[in-house]
């Protein structure tokens, strides 16, 4: 198939620019670069540099030749930063994702596969959260996501546009050695403690250590990238038969941040400082998915569940790029 991949030159969307790649699909990649690397965007796809804020740079992809699917990697991320910006994220989120859908409307491309987020329940009434649970994000981030997720649901009514919403819990790991996770400013746990392996960073600052959990520390659900990647081709395929639906993708495991911090510190070999601090507002204490609905629907299976092969592949890239991609 025709895949338009939006977003494509980030870390999730071009770990899943490869995997379409090596499935036999052609790959047309349409990033602005602000927050993506031309240098992460696979041999063998097409690059076009455009904005989602803009019909026209859309509507000019779209007439470039014809697309079987689009998916929607495009988005700000940083969960803290929403906070004090929540107009930037609800912009750049949800206002340029209609731009996007209305774009696919005029052009007659009818499957959609969205990038959400388990930002849109919040603090989960329930442990391992499932699709059904109550969304209720705590962060402007977690509502911008939610907030397509509905516009989705009215404009597939409307217009029979098929769509799948996959809601990452904590994407970890590395697609390969030269494909990586590369963020500016970086927030997620495992590159930030491999950065103090590296000795990029004096220390790993551990927010919280009285939660009810078993060691104190946050416990999180952490999915390979590569099984991600692999959730957005079943998907794909899918929504040709099948009805527009949202899924939880996560492993089912929860991890600690101490138990993480453990698990670089044997697996790269190398000490990893570590300095407690204060609970952060809006944390919830255990976050891990119930992934039983995409499991029995698409028969997606994780390769990479265990936390010690995440880790060891993020450690390969991270140690081999230590600056990332360079750009």
């Not at 919830?284 to 119930?290: E, G, N, Q, R």
Request: hydrophobic share 40%; proline share 6%.
């Amino acid at each position: 198939m025709n895949v338009l991949v939006v977003g494509g030159a980030g870390y999730i969307g071009s770990a899943t620019s490869r995997a379409l790649l090596e499935a036999g699909h052609n790959v047309t990649v349409f990033d602005n670069l602000d927050k993506g690397h031309r240098a992460a965007v696979p041999d063998g796809a097409e690059l076009l540099i455009g904005d989602t804020a803009n019909a026209e740079d859309l509507d000019l992809a779209f007439v470039s030749r014809s697309y079987d699917v689009v998916m929607d990697f495009a988005a700000f991320i940083e969960a803290g930063e929403s906070m004090n910006l929540p107009a930037r994220y609800f912009r750049n989120n949800t206002a340029n994702a209609l731009t996007l859908i209305e774009a696919m409307l005029r052009h007659d491309v009818g499957r959609l596969v969205f990038s959400s987020s388990a930002a849109v329940f919040g603090d989960p009434d329930e442990v391992p959260v499932v699709e059904e649970s109550r969304p209720e994000p705590t962060n402007p981030y977690g509502e911008s996501k939610l907030q397509v997720e509905r516009m989705l649901a009215w404009v597939g009514s409307a217009h029979g546009l098929r769509w799948a919403a996959l809601r990452y819990f904590n994407a970890a790991g590395a697609a390969g050695p030269d494909c990586g996770e590369d963020h500016d400013p970086e927030s997620h746990l495992i590159p930030l403690v491999l950065g103090a392996a590296l000795g990029r960073r004096e220390a790993i600052r551990v927010y919280g250590t009285d939660y009810p959990t078993p060691d104190g520390t946050c416990v999180r659900d952490y999915v390979h990238v590569a099984d991600l990647a692999s959730a957005h081709l079943l998907a794909m395929d899918a929504l040709s038969t099948r009805a527009s639906a949202r899924y939880n993708l996560g492993n089912g495991l929860g991890y600690s941040v101490r138990e993480v911090v453990d698990c670089a510190r044997r697996v790269t070999g190398r000490a990893v400082p570590v300095v407690e601090s204060p609970r952060r507002p809006g944390d919830p204490a255990i976050l891990v998915a119930s992934s039983s609905a995409i499991r029995a629907d698409y028969g997606w299976t994780p390769r990479h569940a265990d936390l010690d092969s995440i880790v060891a592949s993020a450690w390969e890239w991270h140690a081999r790029h230590p600056d990332g991609y360079g750009d």
